[in-house]
């Protein structure tokens, strides 16, 4: 059974709904299947709900317990506490019950990507290069973990809407996860096959590049209405991954660009060393057809998580961040614009946050004389408010804009909401900006005429 089930309550009129599973409280049946079943609980100890899946055991004729165990718990069982990124699941706990062994997992509320398989149902085309973004950055992630997910599909893939909007997505199931660090035996024959790679249908060696193909699949079936295949028998659908080439996008849908066609198409690939070489190619990839323009926006809005990414990731400031901490930067900071002529600073005032340049340039002015211009990379107000008493928190200068500026603020506010490896992050940050500038000033005492 997948996580599709998570997306909203249904349960059953007739079952009976147990009242605790282990020490979690149960509050509703989010679905089940024929090996496992799905719960929405309370964690009372840590105040926060939770889904519960818990395999059924005997419910499969044919299949013994033990190898139930091996294929819905024993993998996701090994990732506790593992995986810790913004858009994959999280699992917090694994218990080998008798009656049942279950996993409990972060609870998302909303739905599946199924929910925007059906071509009367389809998203933006904007909102599906976000979220095979995302998924290609969460899954890369995954990747580094030494674990292939085996079985990228829509269902598997869980997101929240707001307003209509798509706004997050998260990575779920990892029930068929191969662990490419365990020397445990792997159990084969799993994924959902019109989502599948050639060379998993064959038994072949897998490595993340067979995720690639999932998730190119699944993005094709959200631009096309319909997965990259279809027949109307397992074993013709199976020839068509493994010889077949999909049909152009181009063809399929109203404002697809052949650069996103091109993208989508070189996932699905049939040899894994003709697909994107790997999954910083691939986000990359999609990124640029939204910064190229190539893909049509669905609705006004600001400007993508997206393209926010990759421009942090462009700049000096954040060099030291990995992907999970760009994420919190992303989500957590304030993303400002300022006209030519705003003043960022004014000299007096208290300095209760600071700036990172992304885009355009300042001037810092002090008694009417222009003494420093900062652009694109540089942080500006962080020694106002790293100042250790009042007295060294107010600013001694102007800061106005001289181009067009696109800023990331930062309060107390928002630096207490991010993880302590993101602050850390940051303090190695402002070392280095705090050296530079007293190398600077170092060297404006001792050659003077060298710095002018």
Known sequence: MTLSSLAAPNPPADAALPQ????????????????????????DFNDRPVAIKRVRLGAAPGVS???????????????????????????????SDPAGPYVVMQYVPGTTLRSFCRADALLPLDQVVEIGFKCAMALG???????????????????????????????????????????ATQVLGVGSLAYMP???LDGGTLDASADIYGLGAVLYHLIAGHPPFEATTTSVLMAQICTAEPASLVGERA????ALDAVVRRSLAKRPQDRHPDWDSFARALSALVTNQQVPLGAPQDVLDSERFTLLRSLEFFGGFGDVELWEVVRRADWQRHPVGHR??????????????????????????????LSTGTSVGEMA?????????????????VEPATTISFTPQTMARLSPDGRHLFDEAFIRVLVRRLHVAHEALAHPRRIL
């Open 255 to 258: 404002g697809v660009d052949p």
């Open 20 to 43: 605790r599973i282990g020490k979690y409280r149960v509050l509703a049946r989010l679905g089940e299947g024929t090996t496992s079943e799905v719960f929405l609980a309370h964690d």
């Open 198 to 200: 050639p060379e998993q």
């Open 385 to 401: 408010y790293l100042a250790p008493n009042p007295e060294f928190k107010r600013h001694s200068t102007d800061v106005v804009v």
């Open 344 to 373: 960022l600073y004014r000299s007096g005032e208290e300095g209760n946050t600071f700036h990172i340049i992304a885009a355009g340039a300042v001037e810092v002015n002090r008694d009417g004389r222009v003494v420093a211009r």
């Open 141 to 183: 992630y995954v990747s580094r973990q030494g674990l292939i997910h085996r079985d990228v599909k829509p269902a598997n893939l869980l997101v929240t809407v707001q307003d209509g909007m798509v706004t997050d997505v998260k990575v779920s199931d990892f029930g068929s996860a191969l662990n490419l660090q365990s020397d």
């Open 65 to 95: 317990d033990s190898q139930l165990m091996a294929r819905f718990f024993d993998a996701e069982a090994a990732l506790v506490g593992r995986l810790q990124h913004p858009n994959v699941v999280q699992i917090y706990d694994a218990v």
